[in-house]
């Protein structure tokens, strides 16, 4: 079964500061991943996703994550955060030849300080 | 897009009272839904897949006579905590698979807050 781990539970960052969240994942087959965002007392957004092709993939705000197999990362970063970019971001992963239902990571609380 | 409604956003109930939770698929139909409870600072678990016609999966070590899960229609499924206790409280969120998505077409309803008293 395929599992992620996001290895921060916590990021403070200050306003125009760059952020990268972390994110590995385990599985034994090929894998598509997601990096969705959650505000207070709401759903879940999704930021970008990664299916095949380029390992650079572009979301929306702003983010961007680079899929890297050899080491089973899919880290997101931000080169300039801001205030209202805090909020919970969540790693997915699903398999193919699956149900593709996403498994999520526990979560980075991202807090942007003016 | 797709949009995924989701009633009430904040539900209180008294122990060993009975809580519904709509989930609305608004500009698609939905054969499947899905269940998911987000303890506090934790990830999303997966509870149950719902399916239009047919019962649900649930997922292991979730009771489905304590959750009851509905989906009587492609764009309504429903959420049923039956006998709610304290440790029922949590946050809820329901999600839909847009039409011809398999891969990522998953889009998520506001959330409920469950408080049991």
């Known amino acids: 079964a395929q599992s992620v781990t996001q290895l921060d539970s916590q990021v403070p960052v200050f306003e125009e500061a760059p952020v990268e969240l972390r994110c590995n994942y385990s599985?034994?087959?090929?894998?598509?991943l997601f990096w969705y965002v959650q505000y207070p007392n709401q759903g879940l957004q999704l930021l970008l996703k990664?299916?095949?092709?380029?390992?650079l993939v572009k979301g929306i705000n702003g983010f961007e994550a680079e899929f890297n197999k050899s080491q089973t990362s899919f880290h997101l970063r931000k080169p300039s955060v801001h205030i209202s970019d805090t909020a919970e971001y969540f790693c997915a992963v699903s398999v193919s030849g699956g149900s593709y239902i996403p498994t999520f990571g526990r979560g980075t609380s991202l807090i942007v300080h003016p | 897009g797709a949009v995924v409604s989701q009633h009430p956003s904040r539900v209180i109930c008294k122990s060993g009272t009975s809580v519904k939770i709509e989930c609305r698929s608004l500009d698609f139909q939905a054969t499947t839904m899905f269940w998911y409870r987000q303890f506090p600072k934790q990830s999303l678990m997966l509870m149950a897949t719902s399916n239009e016609g047919s019962k649900a999966t649930y997922e292991q070590g979730v009771e489905k006579d304590k959750f009851l899960i509905n989906h009587a229609s492609l764009t309504l499924s429903t959420l049923t905590v039956t006998s709610a206790h304290p440790e029922d409280s949590s946050f809820y969120i329901c999600?839909?698979?847009?039409?011809?998505?398999?891969?990522?077409?998953?889009?998520f309803g506001s959330g409920t807050r469950l408080t049991v008293v």
């Open positions: 599985s034994s087959v090929s894998v598509y």
């Open positions: 999600s839909a698979r847009s039409p011809g998505q398999t891969i990522y077409g998953y889009t």
């Open positions: 990664y299916l095949s092709g380029s390992t």
